[in-house]
T-cell receptor, first 108, second 112 residues
Framework: EDQVTQSPEALRLQEGESSSLNCSYTVSGLRGLFWYRQDPGKGPEFLFTLYSAGEEKEKERLKATLTKKESFLHITAPKPEDSATYLCAVRGYGKLTFGQGTILTVHP | ETGVTQTPRHLVMGMTNKKSLKCEQHLGHNAMYWYKQSAKKPLELMFVYNFKEQTENNSVPSRFSPECPNSSHLFLHLHTLQPEDSALYLC???????????FGPGTRLTVL
């Protein structure tokens, strides 16, 4: 059975304080690893798809990387508007499996 | 309208009521999904439709009944729900099954 574990559960940062979120996974035949952002009371917003180890993708202050066992979402010089829950999901031969998310709070 | 829309956004119902949730996608996608999101739990996939055909039913109780009349519309019919069914119900769509999914804003359901 595919599994996804995200850490930490919650992360508090000061504005400008860079950090990383972790997504560890086990999957039978990775067909994609996905990062989403979810604001309170809203549906998840797609951020990135990574397909193979060594792949990296960037969008504004966010950079996602992938190894054979985990993915990192690096946040450089975060701003308060980056506060949200960040979700990781993997697709193997079965369904899309989500982690429980990391709640990020960025204080001004 | 763009993206994925869901109605209603909020719903309060008694345990004996019958109601339906509606989802519409304007992205030209072929696959549609229903998810349940409860507090402090990962998203739970409920149903998957691909080209209007149901391809997954993840042991969802029969009090939840999905309907997909075409690739753009998805319904979730609710009857005799329990208080533990209170949650955010999210609809999503994707071009094909393995691709990234795009989510609607969700329906916040409260069962009294």
């Amino acid at each position: 059975e595919d599994q996804v574990t995200q850490s930490p559960e919650a992360l508090r940062l000061q504005e400008g304080e860079s950090s990383s979120l972790n997504c560890s996974y086990t999957v039978s035949g990775l067909r994609g690893l996905f990062w989403y952002r979810q604001d309170p009371g809203k549906g998840p917003e797609f951020l990135f798809t990574l397909y193979s180890a060594g792949e990296e993708k960037e969008k504004e202050r966010l950079k996602a990387t992938l190894t054979k066992k985990e993915s990192f979402l690096h946040i450089t010089a975060p701003k308060p508007e980056d506060s949200a829950t960040y979700l990781c999901a993997v697709r193997g031969y079965g369904k899309l499996t989500f982690g429980q998310g990391t709640i990020l709070t960025v204080h001004p | 309208e763009t993206g994925v829309t869901q109605t209603p956004r909020h719903l309060v119902m008694g345990m004996t009521n019958k109601k339906s949730l509606k989802c519409e996608q304007h992205l030209g996608h072929n696959a549609m999904y229903w998810y349940k999101q409860s507090a402090k739990k990962p998203l739970e996939l409920m149903f998957v439709y691909n080209f209007k055909e149901q391809t997954e039913n993840n042991s969802v109780p029969s009090r939840f009944s999905p309907e997909c009349p075409n690739s753009s519309h998805l319904f979730l019919h609710l009857h005799t729900l329990q208080p533990e069914d209170s949650a955010l119900y999210l609809c999503a769509s994707s071009q094909d099954l393995p691709h990234e999914q795009f989510f609607g804003p969700g329906t916040r359901l409260t069962v009294l």
